[in-house]
T-cell receptor
Framework: AQTVTQSQPEMSVQEAETVTLSCTYD???????LFWYKQPPSRQMILVIR??????QNATENRFSVNFQKAAKSFSLKISDSQLGDAAMYFC?????????FGTGTSLTVIP | KAGVTQTPRYLIKTRGQQVTLSCSPI?????VSWYQQTPGQGLQFLFE???????NKGNFPGRFSGRQFSNSRSEMNVSTLELGDSALYLC????????????FGPGTRLTVT
């Protein structure tokens, strides 16, 4: 069975610092996609970044980047120069075919 | 382009009642997925619809059902509500069932008393 594990229920980071959120997944598939979603308090969930499993290069979106280790089935999210607006629940998600699996989330607090 | 909309945003029901939630996807999107979000369980997949057909179903009891209309709008129904059904129900749309990106609506907060 495919599962997504986020082992850090809560994380905090000082404003302007860097934080890394971890995610591991379990799959027997070779073709899949990985995502990080952000859900600010009482606001809509939005896509932060995505990674295709067949691509070796790590995805980057401005201050957000991933460290994708396919063999280790690890997909961590690095947020650089953290801002107050980054405070949110972050979900790691995995998709293969037409199935989506989400982790339980990491709540990120940004300290001014 | 308007985003995914869900109605109502908040709902309070009592045990044993039934409820219907509505989701309007982004214009042009034909796939709609439903998720249940609770603090303890995170996001759990309920089902996915494409072209009015249920393509995928999560591990939820038969009390949870859904449908999709020809305009891609979708409804989710929960019958015989239980206290444990209290959750945020999220709808997400994508262009098709093989599209990688889903766009989420704001959710419907259901409270069962």
């Amino acid at each position: 069975a495919q599962t997504v594990t986020q082992s850090q229920p809560e994380m905090s980071v000082q404003e302007a610092e860097t934080v890394t959120l971890s995610c591991t997944y379990d799959t027997s598939e070779s073709d899949y996609y990985l995502f990080w979603y952000k859900q600010p308090p009482s606001r809509q969930m939005i896509l932060v970044i995505r990674q295709e499993a067949y691509k070796q290069q790590n995805a980057t979106e401005n201050r957000f980047s991933v460290n994708f280790q396919k063999a280790a089935k690890s997909f961590s999210l690095k947020i650089s120069d953290s801002q107050l607006g980054d405070a949110a629940m972050y979900f790691c998600a995995y998709r293969t075919g037409n199935q989506f699996y989400f982790g339980t989330g990491t709540s990120l607090t940004v300290i001014p | 382009k308007a985003g995914v909309t869900q109605t109502p945003r908040y709902l309070i029901k009592t045990r044993g009642q039934q409820v219907t939630l509505s989701c309007s996807p982004i214009s042009g999107h034909r796939s709609v997925s439903w998720y249940q979000q609770t603090p303890g369980q995170g996001l759990q997949f309920l089902f996915e619809y494409f072209s009015e057909t249920q393509r995928n179903k999560g591990n939820f009891p038969g009390r949870f059902s859904g449908r999709q209309f020809s305009n891609s709008r979708s409804e989710m129904n929960v019958s015989t509500l239980e206290l444990g059904d209290s959750a945020l129900y999220l709808c997400a749309s994508s262009l098709g069932i093989t599209e990688n990106e889903q766009y989420f609506g704001p959710g419907t907060r259901l409270t069962v008393t």
